[in-house]
């Protein structure tokens, strides 16, 4: 734990210098939100539309997110310095995983509040219900982008790549996670029941299966 | 030896061109057409088939990845390789033997139901796998690769049905089918599944000859020029 630690203060210090990933990863948050609020119009629908908008954000952005972490490691072989360390792999991964969710939670925090402002989406009758569903969204997709930035990283194709595996993986979540919240915003209903069961089994599987694969993948 | 090899290769197509035409002519002349639907229903005695093939072709992916990553044998790589290529072609038939079925039935060439969106995210995800392997250079960089993502990718696939089930659905919840239908049925999915394994086979021994190739080329290519032994200031 003490290694996670050190490792997150090192990526979350780094970041708090430099500003580089969060101003442009909350910029293009807000840019996807902007956009997609003109090009619906009037068609919006309220919370129906905003949903699949705040996932379209989250997904860009967390995307730009990981990139931009594991590229702060790839520069002047930093990541070959950590691997010499006496530090596990996994623990490289969870560290990793824990600074890509702190950025990912004040990206979505900032992006949500746009659709709420631009879509008119009330998220007062179960604002509780919402932050839980979408965090453990957004978990999953973490254990997800932090495995392949690394697989990525050391191909030639890079963000464009990353986008391409993490997008189809992710869509359980997606899907999932909109219509529950459909469920309960629309219709009135309550959380639970199976596309619930589908986004909690979605974050046991790849936090355990990116734990155990990072490893392989790793490479300086 | 040779000549013995390429006649059981012939002997096995010919078989498998056989099948289909067999199949063709069941579902033809044999196989009732269906009340509600009509004639368009025919076409599940290729779509049905062809899904079953697509998981097989992705579960040798999944199975061969895992080989792989235990194994580190390139044979592995080129057997998930392989069944990945067929499982995409087998999965696009169902796509489009799917739409064409949506069109005759519903009226409409897409609708987002459930086993429509699974067949094409079931499409996507391993199209990404063969953009994967063709962008990655090294070798073993990418077979690594192609394994961590073709065991990530099966781990999707009951999420992905689980969750696409949630969306609202047109398709009738079961197909009460005759007896002639059953047999028809049974008689299709031989070609299909000879098709499936003769196509993982030869593609699988033709990235093994590859290989081969690549390896008895780097024995004979000429060897970097020793400058030191020339008396130069390499």
Redesign the interface.
């Known amino acids: 734990m003490q290694q996670v630690g050190l490792l997150v203060g090192k990526d979350l210090r780094i970041e708090a210098r430099s500003r580089q990933t969060i101003g442009l990863v909350v910029v293009l948050g807000v840019l996807i939100v902007v956009v997609l609020g003109l090009g619906l119009g009037t068609q919006q629908g309220g919370g129906v539309a905003a949903t699949a908008v705040l996932w379209t954000a989250y997904l860009f952005s967390g995307v730009l997110c990981f990139e931009k972490t594991m590229g702060v490691e790839r520069a002047d072989a930093a990541l070959a310095g950590l691997m010499m360390a006496p530090v596990d792999r996994s623990v490289i991964f969870v560290a990793k995983l824990v600074s890509n969710l702190a950025l990912m939670a004040l990206v979505s925090t900032v992006v949500t509040a746009a659709g709420v402002l631009f879509f008119s989406f009330d998220l007062s009758a179960a604002p509780g219900q919402f932050i839980g569903i979408m965090s453990l969204g957004l978990v999953g997709f973490a254990a997800i982008g932090t495995l392949f930035s690394a697989v990525v990283s050391s191909t030639r194709l890079q963000g464009g790549l990353l986008a391409l595996t993490v997008f189809p993986l992710s869509l359980p979540l997606v899907i999932s996670s909109t219509q529950l919240l459909l469920r309960i915003f629309r219709d009135g209903e309550s959380a639970g029941g199976q596309a619930l069961a589908v986004i909690i089994a979605f974050d046991v599987i790849f936090l355990v299966a990116s734990w155990v694969l990072f490893e392989w993948v790793l490479e300086p | 030896m040779r000549n013995s090899h390429k006649s059981r290769i012939f002997t096995y197509w010919l078989l498998t061109a056989l099948a289909f035409a067999a199949g063709g002519a069941m579902v033809a002349f044999y196989a009732p057409t269906e009340s509600t639907m009509g004639n368009i229903q025919k076409i599940f005695y290729l779509h049905l088939p062809s899904a079953i093939n697509t998981f097989v072709s992705f579960l040798i992916v999944f199975v061969a990845s895992i080989g792989y990553?235990i194994g580190r044998k390139a044979w592995w790589d080129d057997l998930a390789a392989a069944a990945a290529k067929v499982g995409v072609l087998l999965c696009s038939v169902v796509l489009l033997t799917g739409t064409t079925w949506a069109k005759g039935a519903w009226g409409t060439w897409w609708t987002w139901s459930p086993r429509l969106t699974f067949s094409l995210?079931l499409w996507?995800?391993y199209v990404?796998y063969l953009?994967?392997r063709s962008?990655?250079?090294s070798r073993q960089?990418k077979a690594?690769?192609s394994?961590?993502?073709g065991?990530?990718?099966f781990?999707?696939v009951p999420?992905?049905y689980?969750?696409?089930?949630?969306?609202p659905d047109l398709h009738p919840a079961s197909i009460a089918l005759a007896p002639e239908m059953k047999v028809t049925l049974a008689v299709c999915f031989i070609p299909l599944t000879l098709l499936n394994v003769g196509l993982i086979i030869a593609g699988y021994a033709r990235a093994g000859r590859a290989r081969e190739q690549q390896r008895t080329e780097g024995d004979h290519a000429p060897r970097p020029m020793n400058l030191h032994r020339l008396g130069g200031a390499a």
Request: cysteine-free; overall charge neutral.
């Open positions: 990553l995210l996507l995800l990404v953009l994967t962008s990655v250079d960089r690594m690769i394994a961590v993502y065991i990530v990718a781990l999707d999420l992905v689980l969750s696409a089930r949630l969306l």
